[in-house]
């Protein structure tokens, strides 16, 4: 049984540019949350998809967007990189959208240089 | 507003020790506390849930504990070992449903 998987694992991408990180949903979940996080920080919630929607949303900037497929996979997408875009992206999947438990991939880590 | 509080931020001690990791949270309005466990540059693997009405889990040589009253969870390390070090985050799932984040205690084991 897969656990949650993203790609890519490492990318450097230019200020100004565009990015889309993706996401497989551990087998039986249909909840996809995203994250990022900083050095030496914890992580900080950017969205959660449930149903191919939306349901809740972190204080990130309208620059980052996403989807969730009929499949559950999702991706994330940030437009008009800035420096402090640099960060580990983690996608974490659960069965049940507000109280289960979270299973996290290994993260995908963009450097904006 | 949910706030969690990781204390000490760094921990070392010898192989062999038991050891307590500390959270604590300011309202105790919660869905469910999780631990985490992050390994450098990796993702977060998850170690136990202790829902809202449960005192504590257990798994291995782990045992944690919530006290929602006195704003508190515990995690408990029997017979550390080397491959136990890394940083060790607990996250409080708050009555938004948002999972507010402490920002974790690293944990290095010496041989």
């Known amino acids: 049984d897969a656990g949650v998987t993203q790609s890519p694992t490492h990318l450097i991408k230019t200020r100004g540019q565009q990015v889309t990180l993706r996401c497989s949903p551990k087998s039986g979940h249909d909840t996809v949350s995203w994250y990022q996080q900083a050095l030496g920080q914890g992580p900080q919630f950017i969205f959660q998809?449930?149903?191919?929607?939306?349901?809740q949303r972190g204080n990130f900037p309208d620059r980052f967007s996403g989807h969730q497929f009929p499949n559950y996979s999702s991706e994330l997408n940030v437009n008009a990189l800035l420096l402090g875009d640099s960060a580990l992206y983690l996608c974490?999947?659960?069965?049940?959208?507000?109280?289960?438990?979270?299973?996290f991939g290994e993260g995908s880590r963009l450097t904006v240089l | 507003k949910q706030e969690v509080t990781q204390i000490p931020a760094a921990l070392s001690v010898p192989e062999g020790e038991n050891l307590v990791l500390n959270c604590s949270f300011t309202?105790?309005?919660?869905?469910?506390l999780q631990w985490f466990r992050q390994d450098p540059g990796k993702g977060l693997t998850s170690l136990l849930l202790i829902q809202s009405s449960q005192r504590e889990q257990t798994s291995g040589r782990l045992n944690a504990s919530l006290d929602k009253s006195s704003g508190r969870s515990t995690l408990y390390i029997a017979a550390s070992q080397p491959g136990d070090s890394a940083t060790y985050l607990c996250?409080?799932?708050?009555?938004?449903?948002?999972?507010?984040w402490g920002a974790g205690t690293k944990l290095i084991i010496k041989p």
């Open positions: 998809y449930y149903e191919e929607e939306e349901r």
């Open positions: 309202d105790s309005a919660i869905y469910n």
């Open positions: 974490a999947s659960s069965p049940i959208a507000h109280t289960g438990e979270l299973f």
């Open positions: 996250a409080v799932k708050d009555s938004n449903y948002q999972l507010i």
